[in-house]
């Protein structure tokens, strides 16, 4: 049994797949302190383009030795037969034809794994609200946003550096992109657990979380353009001492007909860390009524998917529109910026959305949301 206490966890690895021993089952090796590691990766736990591998399905169908893998894990009895030190959570496939789980330069369409019991340090504190720093190892995400890669209409197709405040008038794309590894984590109070016991509503952060306090946490994406500290994540869970039990498990059956049951299925389809999400620009396809919408998302080029969203994910230069009818906001061929993950086969869309954003153009303060 996992031992919860002593157990280390690692975010965002890439890994190459050197065997697989039976059907189900693959053997992952990746660098880690200086030593070549073994992790291994069972079947059900591979995504291919943000959804899970059918059940049934074998992982030669999907991987061979020399395949490249995204994963995370946690440490492992290496004493097994596979000499596996770590078991793979979480992998997303690295395949030239898939959806991209890295940016480029004109790349708007990314994968990511939630963040899984994380560390990090309190960064700022408000009464009720806060924001944690940590580091990504594998750097390929970046709250740094000094510098931009800066794409340009011209015959030359390179990029360039340059800094936020450049007055070129001809760039028309914006993508952060920096060697920098700290991240943000905007956190509320309600969402704190401290040696076993939840925050109480009246109790204020700034009496109990200082400055560079270490904490462990739960997150899964957001849009930074829609929170002031421009965070990249939200916590569903922020603790000190023992890990709250937190229910992270998928909806069973989905009715679609009544409303109220539709909205939580998504809330807990689109709130579990251990998923993988989407994050992607595409447009308004139909506003179904005043609480539900279905956009189309870019997947790759000339791809695009469908996604549901309610009126509770979606947001307006920062107000979340739970309560505002979305047939006076958004119209067919608006462009959004949408967080998600994969529907259910059940749903009548590809992808059920955490987030939809209205799009801003790109300028000083609102820069491309992924990069």
Not at 70 to 80: A, D, L, P
Not at 142 to 151: G, I, K, N, R, T
Not at 243 to 265: M, R
Not at 315 to 330: G, V
Request: glycine share 6%.
């Amino acid at each position: 049994m996992l031992d919860k206490q002593n157990t280390t966890y690692l975010q965002n690895l890439v890994g190459k797949v050197v065997a697989i021993p039976q059907p189900y089952k693959a053997i992952l090796e990746f660098p880690y302190k200086g030593k070549t590691e073994r992790s291994l990766l069972w079947a059900d736990r591979l995504t291919v383009n943000g959804k899970a591998t059918a059940p049934g399905h074998m992982v030669y169908e999907y991987l061979h030795v020399g395949s490249k893998v995204r994963f995370s894990c946690h440490t492992f009895n290496e004493s097994g037969i596979d000499q596996c030190g770590w078991f793979t959570t979480n992998a997303i496939r690295q395949d030239p034809n898939d959806i991209s789980n890295a940016p480029s330069s004109t790349n708007l369409t990314t994968l990511v794994h939630g963040q899984f019991n994380a560390k990090g340090i309190i960064h700022h504190v408000a009464p009720r609200q806060g924001v944690i720093a940590f580091n990504d190892e594998s750097g390929i995400y970046s709250s740094c946003e000094s510098l931009f890669f800066v794409q340009v209409y011209s015959s030359c197709e390179s990029l360039f550096c340059l800094q936020v405040y450049s007055s070129c008038e001809s760039l028309f794309c914006l993508q952060v992109y920096s060697s920098c590894t700290e991240q943000l984590v905007m956190f509320l109070g309600s969402k704190v657990y401290l040696f076993g016991k939840r925050l109480g509503s009246k109790q204020s952060l700034q009496t109990c979380l200082p400055l560079e306090d270490r904490v462990q946490f739960d997150a899964i994406p957001t849009d930074p353009l829609e929170n002031d500290h421009r965070c990249r994540w939200f916590a569903t869970a922020v603790w000190k001492g023992q890990k709250p039990n937190v229910d992270y498990d998928t909806p069973g059956s989905i009715n679609q007909g009544e409303s109220q049951n539709l909205v939580k299925a998504i809330k807990q389809l689109t709130s579990s860390p251990k998923a993988t999400f989407l994050q992607a620009h595409g447009q308004m396809l139909s506003v179904l009524n005043q609480e539900f919408g279905v956009a189309l998302v870019s997947i790759k080029p000339n791809v695009w998917e469908s996604v549901l969203f309610h009126r509770s994910s979606a947001y307006l230069y920062k107000l979340c529109l739970k309560k505002q009818d979305l047939r006076k906001i958004f119209k067919e061929g608006d462009l959004i910026r949408v967080v998600g993950v994969a529907a259910p086969k059940t749903m009548m869309t590809q992808w059920v959305a955490a987030q939809v954003s209205l799009f801003r153009a790109p300028d000083a303060e609102t820069v491309n949301l992924f990069q």
